[in-house]
C-alpha cells in the first residue's frame, strides 16, 4: 500500500511564521507543485523531511548538512525570534501527516529556543531543547489521534514513509539527481541493481562455492598423496596447476587495480565535464554580474548626484526656485518704481520750469528711439497714434524736440543730488531670470520630483536583477576550487583521458594473458585427471567435479542476474526517457547501457543512425539521469509505493522537457510534490508564466501552491504566504 | 528471496544442465527428493547459507552427501 | 552718487550671524565637504539667503547680538552667485520693503554722503535679522528633532 503525504506545515520555520495551522500545506495522490520564487521558502520546505529523516537540515549559505541544535537559531523565523522577549520562549518545528492504507500518521519534530540576550542573530543568545518526536496514530474510521509512545515504533513509523535504501530515488534537490545517477562511477548502477536484485545473495553463493571446490580440490590432492600409485608427473602437475593459479590470481590482483585506475580517470573526466560546464556558466553568469553591476554603479551615482543638486535649483537662473513666492514682489517693484519716476521727473520739471522739454519727462529716455523718430520726422506722420503730422504743424515740432532731447539730458545733472533712475531700472531689468518663471516653478518642483523617482525606479529595478544574478551563481554548486580556470580543466581533462585510454590498453592485455591462463589451467587440469591414480574413492573425484562445475554456474549465475537486470533497466529507462523527450525535439535516439573496459556501466543516447551523442544541453543531462532513476524504480519487482519529493530544476530542463517531465513523473509515482520556481511570474495576477499556466490546466496535476515572500518588507518582517492556485 | 529461485536460476546453465542432464528445472526445489547429486550439494548449499550455517559447517554436509571423509 | 557708487556701497557689505547659529550652518551648508544626515547647500551664503528670504516670508525677524558674538562668512554680497543676477533680484525684494526699513526711494537722492551710509547700514541690518530669524526656526527644529529628512526639505518648507 502505498504512503501518500497527506500535509506538511510548519510553525516558525524560516520564512514560515505562525503556528502549524498557519502554514499547512495538504497535498493528495497524483502530482502535487508547489511555486516558490527564490527565497520564498522552497528549499525550505524540502528542510523539513530533511529534518523528519535525518535531524538535520541543508544551511543554504554553504550547502552543507548540520544538526538541527547546532543551527537552531538560523531556523527560528526571524519574525517569531523578533517577538520574542528575553526571558520568553518560541517554538519551532515541522509537522507532517501522511496515510498507507491501513492508518493515518502525524508526526511532530519540533525545538523550544528561550530568549537570553539582546543580539536576536547571536546562538549564545539562546538556549535550545529539542523536544521529543511525537508521533499520533489513527485508523481511517476514528477522527482523533492517538499518540504513540514507544520509540522503537515511533522510528518505524517515520522510517516508512519513504525507506532508506529508496530514499535516494524518492527524495531529492536538483543537484542531487546528479550525484544519484553518476555515469563515472561504478557503483551507481550496481548499487541500483543490488537494490533492485538479491544479487547479494549470490555473490554469497559465488563465494561459497569457489571455496567448496578449493577445499575439494586439497581433499582431492590428500587423497591422491596418500594412494600409493601417486608419482612424480601427477605431483608436477600439481605444482604448474598451483603455480598458474597464482599467477592467475596475481594478474586478477593486477586487473582490478588497473580498473580501478580507469574508474578513477573516467570519474575524474566527468567531474570535470561537469565542473566545465558549470564553470562557462560561472564565468556568464560573472560577466553579466559585471556588467549589471557596473550599470547599476552607474546609475547609483547618476541619482546619488542628481539628488544632491536638488537645492542648487533654489539659485539656478533656470529654475530659480528662490523666487518661489515673491509674485507680488514684481508688481510691488513696479508700482514703485513708477511712483519714484514720477517724482523724480517732477523734481526736474520744477527746476526747469521754463522748459521747453518739461512735457517729455514723462517718457523714458529712449522712447521712442531716436531711428523712430527720425522715420516719423521724414514721413510727417506719428506712427504712435497714427496721425498725419506734418512739416509746420504743432505735432511735427513736438517730434522734433523729442529727438533732439538726449542731446539735453547732461544739463539736468544737477536737479538731483544723486540720480538713482538707473540703479532702479537696472535691478528690474537684470532680475528678470528670477521672477520670469515664478508661475511655472511648482511645475518644475514637481518635474524633479517626477526626474527622481523615475531615476530611484530605474535603480531599484537594475539592483533586482543584480539580486537575481548573483542568486543564480549561488545556487551553482562547484566540485573543486573556484579559482580553476578553464585551461587548467582542459589540461586536467586531456590527462583524465590519457590516463583512461592507458588503462583500458593494460586492461585489454591482462584480460588476454588472464583468459590465456584460465585456458591454460584448464588443460592442466585434466592433465592432472588423467594422471591421478585410478583408485581414488569416487566420492572424492565426484566433489571435485560437482564443486567445479558448481562454481563456475554460480558465477554465470550471478552475472546473469545482473546483466538481465541491467537490460531490464535498460528498458525502462528508454520508456520513461521517451516519454520525458516526447514533447522535445530529440525524438528518434534510444538509451543505450554499456559496460566500460572497467566493467562499469556506461549510459549513453544513441541517435537513430547509430551515433553516440555527446555532450548536449544540460536539461538533455538532466533527463537521461531522470530516466534511470525512474527505471530504478520501475524496475522494483513491487509497484513503487512512496512518494516523489524533488526539487526540480526545470530551468536546465527548458519547457519542452518539463511537460514530459510532470507526466513521466505522474505515471511513475503513487504521489509526488516538486518544488520549483521557474513557473514563477511576479508580475502575473496567477504569479505564473505562461508554462505554469499550461501545467495547472493537465488533469493529472492535482494540486498548485505558491509561495511568495513580501520582498518590500524588511527581512524582520518578512514571511511566506502560500496562495492555493488548485 | 526464494531459494527455489536461485536453484533455477543457477541450474539453468546450458552446460551444466547438459552435464548433469538436468530435466524439468522449473519444478525443481531445494527440497529433498533430489534430482540428483548435484543438485543435491546445490540445494544444501543455498538452504544451509540461508541457516547461517558456517562454511565448515556446511562443507561437512556436502562431504556426506559424497560418502567422504 | 551715481548709480554705480550706491550699488557697489551695498554690494560690498558682508553680512553677519549669531555664533550660536554655526553648528546649524555646519550640518545645512557643506561648503563643498562636510555631508550630513539632512540636505544641504553649499557654499554658506546659500544657505544665508535662503535663511534671510524664510525669515522675509514667515515675518521672524530678530535682532543680532553684539557684533563680538557675531561672525561673516567672509564673502561680501556682490560676490553671491557672481556669475547670474542673483543679487539684484535680492535688492529688488529689499527695495520694496523701503517702508519697513525707513526710507523712500525719492528722499535718498537728496541725501548726504553720510546720509546714505546710514541707509546701506540699515539694509544690511534688514538683511541680517530676518536671516537670523531664519536662522534661528532652523535651528530651532533641528534641535528639536523636527526637520525634514527628505532631499525636498528645503524646497517643502520653503512652500508652506
Redesign the interface.
Known amino acids: 500500500m502505498a504512503s501518500i503525504i497527506n500535509s506538511i506545515s510548519f510553525k516558525n520555520f524560516f520564512n514560515y511564521y505562525g503556528d502549524y495551522y498557519d502554514t499547512r500545506y495538504e497535498f493528495e495522490e497524483g502530482v502535487n507543485i508547489v511555486v516558490a520564487d527564490n527565497g520564498a521558502g522552497k528549499s525550505k520546505f524540502f528542510n523539513a523531511f530533511i529534518w523528519l529523516f535525518y535531524d538535520q537540515i541543508l544551511d543554504s549559505d554553504d550547502k552543507i548538512k548540520k544538526n538541527i541544535k547546532d543551527v537552531a537559531v538560523k531556523i527560528i523565523s526571524d519574525k517569531a525570534k523578533n517577538e520574542t522577549s528575553i526571558g520568553d520562549n518560541v517554538d519551532t518545528g515541522i509537522q507532517i501527516e501522511y496515510s498507507t492504507g491501513r492508518f493515518k500518521y502525524q508526526i511532530t519534530k519540533s525545538f523550544t529556543a528561550t530568549r537570553l540576550s539582546q543580539k536576536i542573530t547571536d546562538f549564545n543568545s539562546w538556549q535550545i531543547t529539542i523536544n521529543d518526536v511525537q508521533v499520533n496514530r489513527t485508523d481511517h474510521i476514528l477522527p482523533k489521534y492517538t499518540p504513540v509512545y514507544d520509540a522503537d515504533e515511533k522510528a518505524t513509523i517515520i522510517k516508512q514513509l519513504i525507506l532508506p535504501t529508496l530514499r535516494q530515488y524518492s527524495f531529492f534537490q536538483g543537484e542531487e539527481v546528479d550525484s544519484i545517477i553518476d555515469f563515472g562511477k561504478k557503483s551507481s548502477i550496481e548499487e541500483a541493481v543490488r537494490t533492485l536484485t ?1 544479487i547479494s ?2 555473490e ?2 559465488v563465494a ?2 569457489k ?2 571446490k578449493d ?1 575439494a580440490e586439497k ?1 582431492l590432492n590428500k587423497q591422491t598423496k596418500a594412494n600409493s600409485d601417486h608419482n612424480d608427473r601427477l605431483d608436477k602437475a600439481i605444482q604448474v596447476k598451483q603455480h598458474l593459479e597464482q599467477t592467475l590470481s596475481n594478474e586478477e590482483l593486477r586487473l582490478g587495480e588497473y580498473e580501478k585506475l580507469y574508474d578513477d580517470a573516467e570519474q575524474e573526466k566527468n567531474d570535470l565535464e561537469q565542473n566545465f560546464s558549470n564553470a562557462e556558466k560561472r564565468n556568464e553568469l560573472d560577466n553579466k554580474i559585471k556588467e549589471k553591476n557596473k550599470k547599476t554603479n552607474e546609475v547609483a551615482e547618476e541619482y546619488t548626484n542628481f ?1 544632491e543638486t ?8 533656470s529654475f ?7 509674485d507680488n ?1 514684481v508688481e ?2 513696479q508700482a ?1 518704481i513708477q ?2 519716476r514720477e ?2 521727473f517732477e ?1 526736474k520739471t520744477l527746476k526747469n520750469i521754463n522748459d521747453p522739454n518739461k512735457h517729455f519727462h514723462f517718457l523714458p529716455i529712449d522712447s521712442p528711439d531716436t531711428v523712430s523718430l527720425k522715420n516719423m520726422i521724414d514721413h510727417e506722420h506719428c506712427y504712435i497714434c497714427n496721425r498725419p503730422a506734418l512739416k509746420g504743424s504743432d505735432e511735427y515740432d513736438y517730434i522734433v524736440k523729442l529727438k533732439n532731447r538726449p542731446t539735453d539730458i547732461k544739463n539736468d545733472a544737477d536737479y ?9 531700472g ?3 531689468m ?6 520670469n518663471k515664478i508661475s511655472s516653478i511648482e511645475d518644475s ?1 514637481l518635474k524633479t ?1 517626477e526626474r ?1 523617482d523615475a531615476l530611484n525606479d530605474r535603480l531599484t529595478k537594475l539592483k533586482k536583477e543584480l539580486k537575481s544574478l548573483k542568486d543564480q551563481r549561488k545556487d551553482l554548486l562547484i566540485s573543486g576550487s573556484d579559482g580553476e580556470d578553464s585551461m587548467t580543466i582542459i589540461n586536467r581533462y586531456k590527462g583524465a583521458i590519457r590516463r583512461i585510454a592507458d588503462a583500458s590498453y593494460q586492461i585489454e592485455k591482462l584480460r588476454e594473458s588472464i583468459k590465456k591462463l584460465k585456458s591454460t589451467i584448464v588443460t592442466t587440469e585434466k592433465e592432472i585427471h588423467d594422471l591421478r591414480p585410478s583408485n581414488i ?1 569416487a ?2 573425484l ?2 571435485y567435479e ?2 567445479t ?2 562454481a ?3 558465477e ?2 550471478k552475472n ?2 545482473f546483466d538481465n537486470m541491467v537490460n531490464l533497466l535498460e528498458k525502462y529507462a528508454n520508456e520513461h526517457f521517451q516519454s520525458l523527450i516526447k514533447y522535445n525535439d530529440l525524438a528518434g535516439g534510444i538509451l543505450k547501457f554499456e559496460k566500460s573496459p572497467s566493467g562499469s556501466i556506461l549510459f549513453n543516447y544513441i541517435d537513430s543512425s547509430g551515433n553516440i551523442v555527446h555532450g548536449s544541453s544540460e536539461g538533455f543531462q538532466r533527463m537521461k539521469k531522470f530516466s534511470v532513476v525512474m527505471a530504478v524504480i520501475s524496475a522494483n519487482t513491487t509497484k513503487y509505493n512512496y512518494p516523489l519529493l524533488a526539487d526540480a530544476p526545470l530551468s536546465a530542463f527548458g519547457s519542452a522537457f518539463t511537460e514530459g517531465f510532470f507526466e513521466a513523473v505522474g505515471e511513475v509515482f503513487p504521489q509526488s510534490i516538486i518544488l520549483v520556481n521557474d513557473l514563477y511570474e511576479n508580475d502575473d495576477d496567477m504569479k505564473l508564466n505562461e508554462l505554469g499556466k499550461k501545467i495547472i490546466k493537465k488533469d493529472f496535476i492535482k494540486r498548485v501552491y505558491i509561495n511568495q515572500i513580501d520582498k518590500n518588507r524588511e527581512q524582520i518582517d518578512r514571511t511566506t504566504d502560500k496562495i492555493k492556485l488548485k | 528471496m526464494d531459494r527455489n529461485q536461485v536453484l533455477r536460476e543457477i541450474l539453468s546453465d546450458e552446460e551444466f544442465c547438459q552435464k548433469y542432464d538436468i530435466k524439468d528445472r522449473e519444478n525443481l526445489t531445494t527440497n529433498a527428493p533430489y534430482y540428483n547429486k548435484a543438485v543435491e550439494v546445490l540445494s544444501v548449499i543455498i538452504n544451509e547459507n540461508d541457516n547461517n550455517l558456517s562454511d565448515s559447517q556446511i562443507y561437512k554436509k556436502i562431504k556426506n552427501i559424497h560418502n567422504i571423509g | 552718487m551715481t548709480s554705480q557708487e550706491f550699488k557697489s556701497q551695498i554690494l560690498v557689505k558682508r553680512p553677519r550671524y549669531a555664533n550660536s547659529r554655526i553648528p546649524a550652518i555646519d550640518i545645512l551648508a557643506n561648503k563643498g565637504s562636510r555631508k550630513s544626515e539632512y540636505s544641504q547647500f553649499g557654499p554658506i551664503y546659500e544657505l544665508y539667503i535662503y535663511a534671510f528670504l524664510l525669515g522675509l516670508k514667515r515675518q521672524i525677524r530678530l535682532p543680532l547680538p553684539p557684533r563680538e558674538l557675531t561672525s561673516d562668512f567672509g564673502l561680501e554680497i556682490g560676490r553671491w552667485k557672481r556669475d547670474s543676477t542673483l543679487t539684484d533680484f535680492l535688492l529688488m525684494i529689499i527695495f520694496t520693503k523701503n517702508d519697513e526699513i525707513g526710507f523712500d526711494w525719492n528722499e535718498l537722492e537728496d541725501m548726504e554722503a553720510t546720509e546714505i551710509t546710514g541707509i546701506v547700514f540699515k539694509v544690511v541690518t534688514f538683511i541680517e535679522e530676518y536671516a537670523n530669524g531664519g536662522l534661528e526656526y532652523l535651528h530651532g527644529l533641528l534641535d528639536k528633532g523636527e526637520l525634514d529628512n527628505s532631499h525636498y526639505m528645503f524646497i517643502d518648507m520653503y512652500k508652506r
Open positions: 538479491d545473495k549470490y554469497e553463493l561459497l562455492t571455496e567448496f577445499k581433499d539628488l536638488i537645492n542648487n535649483r533654489f539659485f539656478d537662473g530659480s526656485w528662490i523666487s518661489l513666492g515673491f514682489v510691488d517693484f514703485k511712483h519714484y517724482l523724480h523734481k538731483v543730488k544723486n540720480n538713482f533712475s538707473n540703479f532702479f537696472e535691478l528690474q537684470n532680475a528678470q531670470p528670477f521672477y518642483i520630483r527622481e574413492p566420492g572424492y565426484l566433489n560437482i564443486s562445475d558448481l563456475l554456474a554460480t554465470r549465475a546473469r542476474v
